[in-house]
T-cell receptor
Framework: DTAVSQTPKYLVTQMGNDKSIKCEQNLGHDTMYWYKQDSKKFLKIMFSYNNKELIINETVPNRFSPKSPDKAHLNLHINSLELGDSAVYFC???????????????FGEGSWLTVV | KQEVTQIPAALSVPEGENLVLNCSFTDSAIYNLQWFRQDPGKGLTSLLL?????REQTSGRLNASLDKSSGRSTLYIAASQPGDSATYLC??????????FGTGTSLTVIP
């Protein structure tokens, strides 16, 4: 039973298109994230939601728009895709606020986006 | 702002060797530090979590240490095996409730 699941796993699309990646977690966590991993494996935070509210919004082009319909889901919509958007996008979840020193973060398997 | 650095970026060792991966962070105001493993085409899997009040954690052939005051952590892998080949990332959870990830070490264990 997958804890954090994201779809699609692979996505190849043309420049200028709009696409969405969906994420769901069944861990009952309050906090969800989107990370971007570049070709050098560096993980960069994009967004974080806590109980459906945006709490972290790093410097990301406004073509990227997260949507959290409920605390178990955090979707990422990307408008007008560019070549530089090609990367792996990871969804993750965590339960922050209680027992903080023991808190960990759970990742989905990633969505490989290729813009051609 | 917290910065997390890992050295070396890549490491190749023969099977059976013991090895050490290094992680350093600039801000010592952390709740914990974790080591993750990432296999090709997969997400990150947590290996060890060291709380800020702890000095080390062990799991099987893995031992992670934490020196919060100097901003350093090491992951020691004993008797390495080809199945240990993966990318290893460290991450700190800041007291601002944000996770910061290191740059990763790509490990190859040669049979």
């Amino acid at each position: 039973d997958t804890a954090v699941s994201q779809t699609p796993k692979y996505l190849v699309t043309q420049m200028g298109n709009d696409k969405s990646i969906k994420c769901e977690q069944n861990l009952g966590h309050d906090t969800m994230y989107w990370y971007k991993q570049d070709s050098k494996k560096f993980l960069k935070i994009m967004f974080s939601y806590n109980n459906k509210e945006l709490i972290i919004n790093e410097t990301v082009p406004n073509r990227f728009s997260p949507k959290s319909p409920d605390k178990a889901h955090l979707n990422l919509h990307i408008n007008s895709l560019e070549l530089g958007d090609s990367a792996v996008y990871f969804c993750a979840s965590s339960q922050l606020g209680t027992g903080l020193s023991g808190n960990t973060i759970y990742f989905g398997e990633g969505s490989w986006l290729t813009v051609v | 702002k917290q910065e997390v650095t890992q050295i070396p970026a890549a490491l190749s060792v023969p099977e059976g060797e013991n090895l050490v991966l290094n992680c350093s962070f600039t801000d010592s105001a952390i709740y914990n530090l974790q080591w993750f493993r990432q296999d090709p085409g997969k997400g990150l899997t947590s290996l060890l979590l060291i709380q800020s009040s702890q000095r080390e954690q062990t799991s099987g052939r893995l031992n992670a240490s934490l020196d919060k005051s100097s901003g350093r952590s090491t992951l020691y892998i004993a008797a390495s095996q080809p199945g240990d080949s993966a990318t290893y990332l460290c991450a700190v959870l800041n007291t601002g409730n944000q996770f910061y990830f290191g740059t990763g070490t790509s490990l190859t264990v040669i049979p």
